[in-house]
């Protein structure tokens, strides 16, 4: 403690908390030493305690005035400042700080308390370089930002910050896209590094649009005059996703429609499908009368295998007549008969597939029509394709992907999103812990898509791969990292798997305390606080700091194309208005 005089002593210990006694000379907010000044009891400060070969390290939680019981001043006498009020800080004991061979350590731990009547010092700038951050020198060291009071950089290692996945949370326009864009164009640095975003908003191509090589940076638009996504890349997963099938009637119907997607054609002279050989259809999605027998051959034949592959696939409307006949067909006392009743069970999932088919939303993000592929046709390989086109394989040579979804309506957000996510799921699962690329998968405005949106039986497993991603990924080398607005629309199950919290200001209570509820690390003073955040302000916690720190967001350079609208040029010509 050389160069520095106490700011004051420990008067009581109740439990986890400290309460000091603050020295009548250090009546101002801070305290002037040899190294420089040192905040003396702000909330959120740190205060050092003396406990011989350590220092514990004290974060003031509150501070107050208290009558004295005896008189602390003796070099006043008997001066009439002596009735004034005592200052207590109370706070409670975040870790400790020991020198090893020259080198100062920090070490978390709320268990070690102090003596009764131990001196309390101001922190220096080395000591709380130490607290906040890891050697800003190391080659995978990230800059979250500064701390707000002292300044001092707060560096943590890409390892401990991406690899529990990240929340990043705040109101619009209180910097999140800033924040995300600044960290990222550290990332894309690492030449290893794999990055994907879901850009819902188009915002980050001119935040990469300097300062990175040519072949660092993809960016594909989905949607008109880009990526269309074929129906049937989307497979078992994915449509079941898009689809929401009830479990107990619907999904074994769109299973068998799907498998035997490959051995159909659709006709369009009577609008129904029919296998290689037919000129005319024989099966429908409208439960008509007639040709039953016909029909019911066709579906044996598809069962079977007997059927013989055709060369294109069929455009997305033929699922309907295959989930309709593979169910609705029944052996009746006058033959084989579409019954009305059995009908009745799949007609909502037929209504689905043409409500999608017909959407022209939908239709120009997602290609419904036949194609001619690959032979021999499968849906398998087709969706192992479309995973390595969006989320990358080990040949891809780009560092970060831009998927672009200003086209994608929003409302169609959950289902098209969901389906690639649903996806991505399998494939990574699939893949194995042996196969794993190590990914950063960014999920902009995550509230848009992250949430159940099943209807009746589908309701309980519409968010199952969201969730099954976030509870396992980060075995198969996928790390989230989630930013929104409103955290209490997403998944609670998603949100709590995430180990690092960056907060700027959330105003809503319903948004508090999805955060309180979510996190193990948010301490309620901390979140308390997240409401009265100024711009570009934030508090960050988790797994890799090792304590809440509250820190000022470093700037992204160029920005992300997400600044405010310029309302206060309406005074100028329009020609002016930028």
Known sequence: MIGRSPIGYVVRID?????????????????????????????????????????????????????????????????????????????????????????????????????????VYPLIADEEKTVLGRDDNAPTSIHLGNELRSGAPVQVDIQSLISKHVAVLGSSGQGKSCFTAAILQQIVKLPGSRTVIFDINGEYEQAFSENVEPDWVRTTKLGEGGLKIPYFALGRHGLQRLLMPSEKTQRPALMFALESLNRVKWIDAGSGVGILTDTTPFLFDDCRSGDATQAQQRISALQDKTAAEVSMWPPMKALGPLVAESYSLTNGRSGWERNAFQYGNVAPLVNRIHRFVEDPMFSAVVDTDGAPRKEPLDWRSEASELVANIFGD?????????????????????????????????????????????????????????????????????????????????????????STQRPSEISQTVLSQCGNWISFRLASDRDLAAVQASSEWADRRDVKRISGLARQNAVAFGESLRMPVSLIAPTASPTPKSSDAPFDKWADSRENIG
């Open 394 to 482: 080990e040949h891809s040579n780009w560092r970060i992907h831009i998927v672009d979804l200003r086209r994608v309506a929003h409302d169609l957000m959950p289902f098209i999103l969901g389906s690639l996510l649903e996806l991505f799921a399998f494939e990574i699962f699939e893949r194995g812990q042996d196969k794993k690329v190590p990914t950063l998968l960014v999920l902009e405005e995550a509230h848009h898509y992250l949430r159940p949106v099943g209807v009746g039986e589908s309701d309980t497993g519409s968010s199952l791969a969201y969730e099954r991603l976030a509870k396992e990924g980060r075995k198969f080398g996928l790390a989230l990292w989630l």
């Open 15 to 119: 439990g986890a908390e400290i309460t000091l006694n603050v020295l009548d000379h250090h009546r101002g907010m801070v305290a002037g030493h040899s190294h420089g000044v040192s905040m003396v009891a702000e909330i959120g400060s740190l205060l050092g305690i003396d406990a011989g070969d350590r220092l514990l390290l004290l974060r003031v939680r509150s501070i107050s005035f208290a009558e004295p019981n005896e008189v602390h001043r003796r070099s006043m006498g008997k001066s009439s400042l002596s009735a004034e009020p005592l200052r207590h800080v109370v706070g409670i004991v975040v870790g400790k700080l020991t020198r090893k061979s020259g080198e100062l350590e920090f070490v978390s731990d709320s268990l070690s308390t102090p003596a009764l009547g131990a001196m």
